[in-house]
């Protein structure tokens, strides 16, 4: 049973992550990436890693796809708008690479290479991700938290409108005269 839900599961996170990059509309994509991030979520709760599932569905699925789709309505991105950039790969090259991607994974999963590692007891529980995350993880954490730091601060930005040449400043908070 554990086998056909995983197999579900990775087919349903190879069908998001196609999603993500074949979608021209970016709303679109963000949903596949919704799609890749709660497979993964349940592939967490196939290890027995209960509390890594939740923090899947609250910090990616929730926090980070939310934030993706406020910057993407923030910065009003339309369709349809501009020219149509060239096919960086030939489709025949992209078919011939697909078909040798294909090949390589069933020629993995045939020799028996992706066989189930054995992990602790403590595998997943708040203490072990605790330990983890603030000891041999705590510089790219913090990392982390600038670059989205950054990053929303440049979505704010990039939608602020100049006023228009000429127009009196925008006076809001100084009340009526």
Do not use: C
């Not at 990059?21 to 709660?38: D, F, I, K, N, T």
């Amino acid at each position: 049973m554990e086998r056909v839900l995983f197999a579900v599961t990775a087919v349903l996170a190879l069908a998001g992550g196609v999603g993500v990059v074949a979608s021209r509309e970016p709303v679109h994509s963000v949903l596949g990436l919704l799609l890749v991030l709660m497979s993964l979520a349940v592939d967490f709760l196939l290890l027995g890693a209960q509390f890594i599932a939740v923090l899947q569905v609250i910090i990616y699925a929730g926090a980070i796809v939310v934030l993706f789709v406020f910057i993407i309505m923030l910065l009003n991105v339309r369709t349809g708008e501009g020219a149509r950039t060239p096919r960086v790969v030939p489709p025949a090259l992209g078919i011939a690479l697909s078909a040798v991607f294909a090949g390589l994974l069933v020629a993995a999963a045939a020799s028996g290479a992706g066989q189930a590692a054995s992990v602790g007891a403590d595998f997943g529980t708040v203490q072990q991700v605790g330990r983890a995350l603030f000891t041999a993880y705590a510089l790219p954490f913090e990392a982390a938290s600038i670059v989205l730091i950054v990053g929303m601060i440049g979505a704010v930005a990039l939608s602020k409108r100049p006023a228009p040449w000429g127009a009196p400043p925008d006076r809001r908070g100084e009340g009526r005269r």
